[in-house]
């Protein structure tokens, strides 16, 4: 069977498993950026607790992902629970190094008026330095999100779901009926989703950042 008839039969599947592709890496990227956020606020201004949050997270990243797979099946098991936090996982460090860099490129100036105005130190993170800080803190999230596209094709190593499955699923049969498009298949959805996503996050830069801080 050629490359193009196996996709006019199986893009059903393709396009199901693309999708579970999608949702996972979403998610774990969601979560991501609420720790990486947050974290990258909490130790504004305490450059000890930033040295020691961005050492352990990216830490993270040093770990095989394999490894890190296999060390999440005790305590969670198979399927999405472990492919999500081990996503999440990798996914912190690029966007909480991106928070503290856009928070430390807040000019000073801007800080001193926003202090003169009587804003609280809540309300200035907030109304002023995350708004001037978000173009860098979206790109962090955008890194994270096309890094965690590649690593959940691994997460079929334990039942996780997405575009992994073709991809383990056609080596193990390799020199079978239709091992050779099953890898290819599985191996041009994750290129194409990732670069899917890439345009989105660019999209949603464009539409979230005022012309002035392009």
Same mark, same amino acid.
């Given at each position: 069977?050629?490359?193009?008839?196996?996709?006019?039969?199986?893009?059903?599947?393709?396009?199901?498993?693309?999708?579970?592709?999608?949702?996972?890496?979403?998610?774990?990227?969601?979560?991501?950026?609420?720790?990486?956020?947050?974290?990258?606020?909490?130790?504004?201004?305490? %450059?000890?607790?930033?040295? $020691? +949050? @961005?050492?352990?997270?990216?830490?993270? =990243?040093?770990?095989?992902?394999?490894? /890190?797979? #296999?060390?999440?099946?005790?305590?969670?098991?198979?399927?999405?629970? %472990?492919?999500?936090?081990? $996503? +999440? @996982?990798?996914?912190?460090?690029?966007? =909480?190094?991106?928070?503290?860099?856009? /928070?430390? #490129?807040?000019?000073?100036?801007?800080?001193?008026?926003?202090?003169?105005?009587?804003?609280?130190? $809540?309300?200035?993170?907030?109304?002023?330095?995350?708004?001037?800080?978000?173009?860098?803190? /979206?790109? #962090?999230?955008?890194?994270?999100?096309?890094?965690?596209?590649?690593i959940a094709a691994i997460a079929a190593a334990v039942a996780g779901p997405g575009l992994g499955e073709l991809i383990f699923g056609g080596l193990a049969r390799i020199g079978g009926a239709n091992a050779l498009n099953d890898t290819l298949a599985g191996t041009l959805g994750v290129a194409v989703?990732?670069?899917?996503?890439?345009?989105?996050?660019?999209?949603?830069?464009?539409?979230?950042?005022?012309?002035?801080?392009?």
């Open positions: 069977m050629s490359f193009s008839e196996y996709l006019s039969e199986r893009w059903p599947t393709i396009a199901r498993m693309t999708g579970e592709h999608a949702e996972v890496v979403l998610i774990a990227v969601a979560i991501a950026a609420v720790v990486g956020v947050g974290l990258g606020i909490a130790v504004e201004g305490r %450059p000890r607790a930033r040295g $020691l +949050a @961005l050492g352990v997270t990216g830490t993270m =990243l040093t770990i095989p992902s394999l490894a /890190l797979f #296999g060390l999440l099946i005790p305590v969670f098991g198979l399927g999405l629970a %472990p492919t999500v936090t081990a $996503l +999440a @996982l990798y996914a912190v460090f690029p966007i =909480l190094r991106n928070t503290i860099t856009g /928070l430390d #490129g807040v000019p000073s100036a801007v800080e001193e008026a926003a202090r003169g105005m009587g804003m609280s130190p $809540l309300s200035r993170m907030l109304r002023v330095r995350l708004p001037l800080a978000w173009p860098v803190v /979206l790109t #962090g999230v955008r890194v994270a999100t096309i890094m965690t596209v590649a989703l990732a670069l899917a996503l890439d345009a989105l996050f660019v999209l949603l830069s464009r539409l979230t950042t005022p012309r002035g801080l392009r």
